[in-house]
């Protein structure tokens, strides 16, 4: 075998590897990994919470909240934003399941 | 687009490549190629935006995936990927005898030899592109393409 032989012969192109649904599970496995990261994500900061809950000044905190209760309940820009919220993280939840879903 | 459709359509562009190339440095074993090729493409998504757009996102990935094959090494320790049974060929269809001869002789070289020449040769990178894909220098790239090309011609010869 000459050396143009052996050179046509490495640089033909690897096979096509046909998909038969590799490109399907990479997608589920990254959904999956995403969905522990955003488990993580949502309950980490509420377990840290709730672990500091018993080292406040409960007393306190009510008193304050009695003042602000009815501030933020007669609150319209605090309700529209509250709702804004709401719906912003529902709607991106619903658009991350559509799209693993496609 | 988000992030994941978009990380969907480079999967679907960029697999072939990638299990092609990882089905060459595990002698043909498709289903440990595809494993990788699987770790590949998450630690891909993972760290997406460290992707600076220097050389191709093709070969970004080959050199993740040469990572995780080199890691999938160190692991096996008791049965090292070099000693695993030869496969019929990493090809999925090859076109020739000579072909077939090929892969077979490759199975025989080193995997950073098999490394260099794919991708110098099958992938069509240059040299400094795949000094960059496997983390190694210039020569030492350099002189595993020359090495490993004159074993397989040797071997090639010795079978003909």
Redesign the interface.
Do not use: H
């Given at each position: 075998?000459n050396?143009g032989d052996?050179?046509a012969?490495?640089?033909?192109?690897?096979?096509?590897?046909?998909?038969a649904g590799?490109?399907k599970?990479?997608?589920l496995?990254?959904?999956q990994?995403e969905g522990w990261r955003e488990r993580l994500t949502t309950y980490a900061p509420i377990a840290a919470t709730a672990a500091v809950v018993p080292f406040l000044p409960g007393a306190q905190i009510a008193e304050a909240a009695s003042h602000l209760t009815p501030l933020i309940a007669n609150s319209v820009a605090l309700s529209i934003a509250a709702a804004a919220l709401i719906l912003t993280i529902s709607f991106e939840q619903r658009?991350?399941e559509w799209?693993?879903a496609? | 687009m988000s992030t994941d459709t978009d990380f969907g359509a480079l999967v679907r562009a960029h697999q072939s490549k990638v299990r092609g190339f990882l089905r060459r440095l595990t002698r043909g074993d498709a289903a440990l190629a595809d494993d990788l090729a699987q770790e590949t493409f998450l630690e891909a998504y993972r760290k997406l935006a460290q992707y600076r757009g220097e050389g191709s996102f093709g070969s970004w990935l080959c050199g993740i995936a040469w990572s995780r094959f080199l890691m999938e090494r160190r692991k096996r320790k008791e049965e090292p990927l070099d000693e695993l049974p030869e496969s019929a060929s990493p090809d999925p269809a090859p076109a020739s005898a000579a072909r077939l001869d090929l892969e077979r002789a490759m199975a025989l070289l080193s995997a950073e030899e098999r490394a260099a020449l794919t991708l110098c040769y099958a992938l069509g990178h240059s040299h400094g592109e795949a000094a960059e894909i496997l983390h190694l220098p210039l020569g030492t790239v350099k002189s595993h393409v020359l090495r490993g090309r004159e074993k397989l011609k040797a071997m090639l010869e010795a079978e003909s």
């Open positions: 075998m050396d052996l050179d012969l490495l640089s033909t192109p690897l096979g096509d590897v046909a998909d590799f490109s599970r990479v997608a496995a990254v959904a990994r658009l991350r799209q693993f496609l | -």
